[in-house]
Structure formats: C-alpha cells, structure tokens
C-alpha cells in the first residue's frame, strides 16, 4: 500500500480516517450510541401544535383568557350519550351530575361545567340524546397531555345509564401525537428494508448496500439527540420527527451513492484503496458537502417564521442534512478504507442469475467493473439516446415539458387555507369522533366561536352597549356574555357560518376593527387562522429571498456562470407545480380520499404548502448539483457545450434517478400515515422528487441548456475573477481536448476510450 502521502492529496480528515480507520469507526459507534441515549423520549417531549403565531394578537387573548376565565376556555370535553331516554332523563342526569362532581375534583383539572348545570342550549345536542361536560386542564400541551392519560380511562366507557367518549382540544393533539409516533415506527419498519432491496438492486453487491443505509441511520439517531437537546431551550413540534426519517435516509443514501459508486469506479480503473478514496473525498465528496449546503440553506429558510411548527422542520432539517454530510465523508473513507475491494463482495444479483457460479470473482477488477457499471447506468446508453433525441428536439421538449408542468400545477390557483384540527385525524379517533358528533348534531359552530377580550375600566351599560353593536354585525349568530373578572371581560360571539371559513374570517377583522371605550382583542379558530396567514404572508418574502439569493451565489461559485443560477432558481421552481397541484386537487377536492384513506377539510393548512417547498426546493437543488457538476466538469476539459451537457447527464442520470426512486420509496412509507397533514407532507414530497428527477433532469434541463448554448457559461470578467478565485475547483483542468479525440464521439456512450478519460480527468460530481 502506498504511503498516506502519495497520490492524489487528501483532506486532513480524510487521512486521519485513511490511516486509522478502525479508531475512526470506533469513535463513531461511541458517538452513536451517546446520541442513542441523548435522543431516548424525544417524541415525548415535543409538542403536537405550533401553527399559530405566538406574537399574534389571538395569541396574547388565548393566554389571557385561558388564565382569566378557564371554565369558558374549556380544552376537554366529555361527550355524555343518553340513548332513547334522553339527556333530561332523572338517571341520566343523577349520573352526569356525579360525573361532572368527581372531574371537579381531579387534580390539574378546573373550570368544569356541564350542560346539566348551565342548561345552556350549546351543550346539548338538537335531538336530545347527548350532552357535554366540559373542563379545563391546566398546564402546557405536555403536563395536559400527561393528565389526560391520566384520568381518560376513568371516565371513558359505560357509566350506569350513559356512555362517555373523551375529546375537546387536549384529546385531539394527544391523539395526533400519539398517532404520529405510531405511524413513523411503522414507516421506519417499512422504509428500511425496501430500501435496503433497492439499494442492493442498485448496487449489485449487498456490502455496498449496507453502507448508505448505514450512514441514514447515524444520522437519523444523531439528530434525535440534536431535537431532544433543542427542546430543552424551545418548542419542537412531533411532526419533524417525520422529516428526519425521510431525509437521514433519503440524503445519506444520495451522498452515499454517490461516494460508493465513485470509490468502485477508482478501483475498477486500477487505483489502489488509498488513492482511490483520495480521489473520491476530492470530487464527489467535495460535490456532496456543497450539496449539502444547498439543501439546508433551503431548510434554513423556514427560520424566519414564527410558527415552531415551521422552526421545528428548519432545525430538523439543518441537523439531519449536515449530519449526514459528515457521516458520509468522515464514516464511508473510514469503512472503504477497510473494506477495499471487497466493497464488491455479495452480488446478490449474480447469485440470483446463475446462482452459486462465479462467486469468487465479486473481487475481482472485472467485477468491480460490472459493479460499478451496475450503480446509475455507468456505461449510459439508454441515457445517451434519450438525450440525444432531446437535444435534436429541444424546442418541443422544453415547451412541451414547461406547459405540462404549468398546467399540473394550475388546480393550485384555487387553494383555500385552514387550520389543522381533528379531521386530521383518522375516522376512527375517538377525539375526532366526538368532533364529528359536535358538528353534525349540536347547534352552532363548536370550536368555531369567537372570543373577544375587553381590558381596561368599563361600565356594564359600555359592556351592553357594544354587545348590541357586534350583534348588528352580518354573520353574527349570538352572543354571550360578558363575564368579568379583575379588569377583564369576555364576549362569546358564535358566527352563523363555518368555524374558519371566510365569513368567519372577515367577521374577525370587522371585530377587531369595531370602535370600543376599552382594548379589545379577538381570539378563537377563526382569529388563529387570520394571523398564521398574515404571518405567513408577511415573511415569505424573506424566505423567498434567502432561498434565492444563496442558491444563485452557490450556483454560481459552482459553475461560474450568471445564466446556469438563474434557470436552477426557475426549473427548480418549476419542477414543484405538479406536487402544488396535487396537494389541491387530492388533498383540498378530496380526489382520492377514499383510497388514501383521510377526510377532505376543503383546505390546507396554512404551513403547509411553504414547508414543502422549502424541502422539495432543497431536494431539488440536491439533485441539480451533482448533475450540474459534472457537466461543467466536462465543460472545462472539452470547451464543448453540447458534448458536456450530454456527457453530464449520461454520467449521472441512471444515479440521480435512482437515487429520486429510494427517496420516493421513503416519503411514501412516510405518506402511508394515519394523519392527514402527515400524508399530504410525504405523498407531495414523493410526487415531486420523481418529477423533479426524471422530467426535469431528464428533458427540460438538457432541452434549456442546448436552446442557451455557448451563452450559458457567460460570466461579466468581475465574475469571472470572483469565481476564479472563490468558485468550487478540483485543482487544474486539462485544456479542450482535440478535435480528433471528440470527433465521433458526439453523445454515444459506452466507449472505454470515454471511461477512461472519465477516469483520468476525475470529474467534480460523484
């Protein structure tokens, strides 16, 4: 073996890892097992919220209220059936009554009333069957939650004459947190073998497959330490806990394809272990860790909002991509350097065609060869003519590929925002089911009130006086109230339409546009959801900025060219119409709800549609780096445009495609969730990694690039300067290479004399 020094120069990591490789994977597994036990109880620790905006005004009220006038803030409600006998019925009543007395004296539970007490006709249902008991728990969603399971089971099931279901508020973000839990454990049972299937598939050798899944795992256990660290200083919401399954496999297996294939590429043209990790740390290494970057620059942009539900999948996502990163470069040298030829060992896909024959020769140079021809397609062909025919026919495939994108994404003109509430859920959650019930048989809107806060020194005919105004207001059915205590007041104000439809949303700004002799302030569904979307709309613009102010600047130190940056930024952009139209279409329409088993709300939640853009832009770009990487490679050694991009493409399709089909593989086992938002998250997800993948990778970049020609790598000489001094290089790039040598060669693939160039010039891109 040659010296630590000899060959190609390495990273100071890389011969740290290089040269002890045994310590290097030691450290790691004590570092993975530390992250074991750091991460042990995240999910309990996290919250089930985080869609509102804690500096809004129907968040300064909600607090209020909740600690000023807890019994008409009620978060737990007991749903009493009465059968045939009826709610007014003697024993029935005598039950309901100790009921009622026995949750009064529970611990962390106050505020509690019943309709058998009040006689209120909003807690009793129309047909005179079911009634309510309604509390309070106190405390955070965690000590709530913890009550909750708590007393729940004493009080759910039969009592003498009445059947009680629990829900209310406190039993839906329990049940959804609960659930969640439930379905990423399943996802994760289903998710890791099929990936492994794949990757074996892809790899050929089931030693090579471990080793990206490998890398996923790491990742995944340390950024579960990172969010049980996180949630000792801030909120963290459950739901990222599903983003750091998706991508600490998803991106550990890209990077890690990207490495594995490259390393068994040098091996298979003759470098010894050491120089071909060398080789491999200074291109697609290099290639991965500016990936990396572009990803969460992407997923960093949702820090700018002020939901925790948003910030949650931001820190999420920035731990698990760049632990990620690290596993790869740090973890893979280290495992390769060990593993040297035998990375090929276990074809599994040799031993299924000709079974025992030819076991012997998985080490073999030949074999490293087919292996590495077996990881994307290395020989190209049906990429050769695939490309081939798009550049011969770029104006049609780019207009044709534009217009369909365009219009897949049309039905997303027509989105309606919403709150996440119990329709989340599944049809068979019991806090969903007393939801169902409150709809469907009990008069108003339950949970669809408006609460308007009054501070400040008032008379009771000021209090009248602006009752009588907000009950001329249009859409307004009742209101109650005031009730007072110390300084504040309270008015109840019940609309005539949807909870949060735009009526109610409208009926909000008038209240808190309606003149008062003291401070007002509204609160309620409606209220939340006015304020998530003006946050929201707010910030976007900031989001949107950073996103695409850095990926221009990366782009550009990549390839030094103005134009490349700004068709990344658009055919990005453009690749995630189809996931947009979708998630309307299916989600909002309920197309498909019966088969993908949810409940239609008739909207989206509000968070939703930004953090899906900020994953799949990030995703995007992933892709769009390793790809772009090679092509500009070749570029710089050829000076041919066509023959870059085409080469470019030939060389990381059958990868990139691969790669989209196990992350796909992945956000669908997490699409296959019980929750709707959960499902909306993944599917879309899924649904856009594969359109990004294989049409525009496929057919829109290389049909734009051809269309742009020699004027896409134009830089102004500033540029040209900065890039030079500041841009991506793997160090001197052999001129064009003459004439005769590409004469022929045009986008064929599969010739030795290319893979050996290939080989020679080391390209940036793994």
């Keep these: 073996m040659s010296d630590v020094n000899s060959g190609p120069r390495l990273g100071g990591w890389t011969r740290f890892v290089t040269a002890r490789p045994r310590l290097s994977l030691l450290f790691a597994l004590v570092v993975t097992a530390l992250a074991v036990f750091a991460g042990s109880g995240v999910a309990d620790r996290m919250g089930s919220g985080g869609w509102e905006d804690p500096e809004a005004q129907s968040t300064y009220a909600t607090e209020v209220l909740n600690r000023e006038f807890p019994a008409a803030r009620p978060n737990l409600l007991l749903l009493v059936e009465s059968g045939p006998a009826g709610v007014d019925d003697p024993a029935v009543a005598a ?115 471990l080793l990206p899944l490998g890398i996923g795992i790491v990742a995944i256990l340390g950024t579960n330490a990172v969010l049980r660290g996180l949630t000792e200083f801030t909120d963290v919401s459950v739901f990222a806990q599903n983003l750091t399954t998706a991508l600490g496999l998803g991106l550990a297996i890209d990077y890690a394809l990207f490495i594995v294939r490259r390393f068994r590429e040098e091996l298979a043209g003759g470098s010894d272990t050491r120089e071909a990790i060398g080789t491999t740390v200074r291109t697609a290494g290099r290639t991965v860790l500016f990936s990396a970057l572009t990803v969460a620059v992407s997923l960093a942009a949702m820090l700018v909002f002020p939901q925790y539900f948003l910030r949650s999948f931001a820190y999420a996502g920035i731990a698990v991509v ?31 065609r000709r079974g025992s024959k030819d076991r012997t020769d998985s080490s073999s140079p030949s074999s490293s060869a087919a292996g ?39 039905p997303f003109l027509g989105v309606k925002f919403g709150p996440a509430d119990d329709r989340q859920l599944p049809l068979t959650a019991e806090s969903h089911v007393v939801q169902q019930h409150l709809r469907d048989g009990f008069p108003g809107s339950p949970g669809g009130s408006l609460d308007v806060l009054a501070e400040g020194a008032a008379t009771s005919a000021q209090y009248a006086e602006y009752r009588t105004r907000v009950e001329a207001l249009p859409g307004v059915l009742r209101v109650d109230g005031p009730l007072v205590s110390a300084g504040h007041a309270v008015f109840t104000v019940l609309p005539e339409e949807e909870a949060v439809g735009e009526e109610s949303q409208r009926l909000v700004r008038e209240l808190r546009a309606e003149p008062a002799p003291f401070d007002t302030s509204v609160s ?29 600047l990366l782009v550009f130190l990549l390839t030094g060219s103005v134009l490349i940056p700004l068709q990344a930024v658009v055919l990005n952009g453009l690749s995630l119409t189809a996931m947009f139209g979708a998630v309307v279409w299916v989600f909002q329409e309920g197309h498909l709800s019966g088969p993908l088993s949810f409940t239609s709300t008739g909207d989206i939640e509000t968070t939703l549609p930004v953090l899906m853009f900020c994953v799949a832009f990030g995703l995007s770009m992933d892709y769009g780096v390793f790809l ?64 990004d993948a294989m049409v525009v990778r496929s057919l829109l970049v290389p049909s734009v690039m051809k269309l742009t020609g020699r004027a896409t790598w134009w830089a102004p000489a500033p540029l040209r300067a900065f890039h030079a001094r500041f841009g991506l290089s793997e160090g001197e790039i052999p001129g064009p290479a003459p004439a005769e040598r590409l004469a022929g060669e045009g986008i064929v693939e599969g010739r030795d004399d290319d893979r050996d160039r290939d080989r020679d010039n080391v390209p940036v891109g793994g």
Excluded: C
């Design 95 to 209: 039950e309901a009554a100790r009921l009622t007395e026995r949750l009064a004296r529970e611990k962390g539970v106050t505020g509690v009333g019943s309709y058998w007490q009040t006689k209120s006709p909003a807690l009793r249902a129309e047909d005179g069957r079911e009634a309510l008991i309604a509390a309070r728990i106190e405390g955070d969603e965690k000590a709530a939650g913890e009550v909750l399971e708590r007393i729940a089971p004493e009080y759910r099931g039969t009592h003498g004459p009445v059947k009680i279901s629990v829900g209310g508020p406190v039993a839906v973000m329990h049940d959804m947190q609960t659930i969640i839990q439930e379905d990423l454990l399943r996802a994760e049972m289903i998710a890791l073998p099929v990936t492994l299937v794949l990757l074996v598939m892809v790899f050929g050798s089931a030693v090579a497959a």
């Design 524 to 552: 309620g569904a409606a209220a939340m959801l006015v304020d998530s979307k003006d946050a929201i709309g707010d910030r976007l613009p900031y989001a949107a900025a950073i996103i695409a102010v850095v990926t221009l």
């Design 628 to 691: 772009l990487s090679r092509i500009k490679e070749e570029y710089d050694r050829t000076g041919d445009h066509e023959h870059a991009v085409a080469h470019g493409l030939r060389r990381t399709g059958g990868l990139i495609t691969a790669a989209a089909v196990i992350l796909a593989v992945v956000m669908v086992a997490i699409g296959a969730s019980r929750v709707t938002n959960t499902k909306m998250l993944g599917l879309g997800i899924a649904l856009a990694v594969v359109m």
């Design 372 to 410: 590495s021809g077996s990881t994307g397609d290395t020989d190209g062909a049906g990429w050769g003519g695939l490309v081939a025919l798009v550049m011969r026919r770029a104006p049609v495939f780019a207009v044709a590929t534009s217009a369909g994108l365009v219009l897949l994404g049309l």
């Design 322 to 352: 760049l632990l990620a990163a690290a596993a790869a470069l740090v973890l893979l040298p280290a495992a390769l350097m060990l593993l040297g030829e035998r990375v090929n060992a276990l074809d599994l896909r040799r031993l299924l």
